[in-house]
């Protein structure tokens, strides 16, 4: 069973900077894209930045300049460096795999990691 489990975030003061990570577990042995996404209140999910399993990367205006995504393929593991951080990057950032089935070609599934808090206090 594919599982995403997230560590990371917390409350910081504007400017301050926080990291995120994703490890996908549970026998994924490729992981396609991967992406962070992030939730406020009273707000839909919102994209903050992909980024394939050759490096690209597709960044939310929002957060461009700030935000950095890397990723290790050989952890299976992605992480967002927040720098600069506003009090309106506070939501609950959710990470995103998208996993090859290992057993139909070309059939992706998305998993979601369990959520974490971030909070940017003015």
């Known amino acids: 069973q594919v599982q995403l489990v997230q560590s990371g975030g917390g409350l910081v003061q504007a400017g301050g900077s926080l990291r995120l990570s994703c490890a996908v577990s549970?026998?994924?042995?490729?992981?396609?894209?991967m992406g962070w996404y992030r939730q406020a209140p009273g707000k839909q999910r919102e994209l903050v930045v992909i980024?394939?399993?050759?490096?690209?990367?597709n960044y939310a205006d929002s957060v461009k300049g700030r935000f950095t995504i890397s990723r290790d393929n050989a952890k299976n593991t992605v992480y967002l460096q927040m720098n600069s951080l506003k009090p309106e990057d506070t939501a609950v950032y959710y990470c995103n795999a998208l996993v090859p089935s290992t057993t139909t070609l070309g059939v992706l599934t998305s998993y979601w990691g369990q959520g974490t808090q971030v909070t940017v206090s003015s």
């Open positions: 980024i394939t399993n050759l490096g690209r990367t």
């Open positions: 549970g026998g994924a042995f490729r992981v396609n894209d």
